[in-house]
């Protein structure tokens, strides 16, 4: 297995040194299967894999975030997580505790999904000045939810993804926690990893995306697409969500 693109340092995660082969499994059948998922009559389409992975580490987030305080349980604290239900009989998550896997908060992971996303653009020659606002994102989120507008991307409509957050999450959570989920014999060593590192692990794959894709689209059109698909997914109470199964193929 070619792992070279989702080599890790240990000091840097947390989930090293004992984590580390795991990770590097996930990373590399979590893009391999994506890039598979996506492709349509031998083409992928950019603006469609980062909605896609964009959601999914949006999503991976809220799991973490109830799998840490709901089922153990632990004291959420104060703004950390709330539930918005709407007049159409939705139910939509917000909260610091969320937002702290997407951008930087205090006392939350250097690992964000921003971090990864800014560090993308930066390196294909995004001035750092130029990078999207994410503040306008997450109004955009809180202004639409319960409505038609929710989930739909500022962006224009020739970069449209072919996949809502919504769809893609229909589509590719479940595969996605097949992968992250799957066991393997490391000798001795973690055999996968749990529901709080799996943003950091999809970030990682989100990043490795948008170094590929730097010549096939504006860099700054696909790391807009990623977050806002996670900001908006991150969102999503799993009751609303009609999840299906993809083929899964892993590299031993």
């Known amino acids: 297995m070619n792992q070279s693109e989702g080599s890790l340092q240990a000091p840097l995660y947390s989930w090293s ?32 894999l980062m909605s896609v992975i964009g959601s999914l580490a949006g999503f991976s987030a809220l799991n973490a975030v109830l799998e840490e305080y709901v089922k153990k349980p632990k ?18 998550y ?13 006392g939350g992971t250097q690992h964000t999904l921003w971090a990864y996303v ?7 020659g995004v001035d750092p000045q130029d990078l999207p606002d994410v503040n306008e994102m997450f109004s955009k989120a809180a202004a639409t939810v319960g ?3 929710y989930g739909v991307l500022s962006v224009p409509e020739a ?25 393997k014999d490391f000798g001795g060593m973690r055999s996968h990893l749990e529901p709080e590192y799996w943003p950091i692990i999809i970030a990682i794959v989100a990043h490795t995306f948008l170094g590929q894709t730097k010549e096939i689209i504006d860099p700054l059109i696909a790391g807009r697409i990623v977050v806002e698909s996670a900001i908006f997914a991150s969102k999503y109470d799993a009751a609303q969500i009609s999840f299906r199964q993809a083929e899964l193929h892993f590299a031993e």
């Open 17 to 48: 040194p004992d984590g580390d082969l795991a990770a590097n499994f996930a990373i590399y059948n979590l893009r391999e299967n994506l890039l598979a998922w996506v492709n349509h009559e031998g083409r992928i389409h950019c603006e469609t």
């Open 75 to 92: 004291t959420i604290p104060e703004n950390g997580l709330v539930h918005v239900d709407t007049s159409s009989g939705e139910k939509f």
């Open 94 to 106: 917000f909260g610091d505790l969320l937002n702290a896997y997407i951008v930087p908060q205090p």
């Open 118 to 124: 800014a560090g993308a653009l930066i390196g294909a």
């Open 147 to 149: 409505s038609a507008e």
């Open 159 to 183: 970069h449209q993804p072919h996949l809502s957050p919504k769809a893609a999450l229909e589509l590719f959570w479940m595969p996605t926690v097949g992968i992250l989920t799957h066991k």
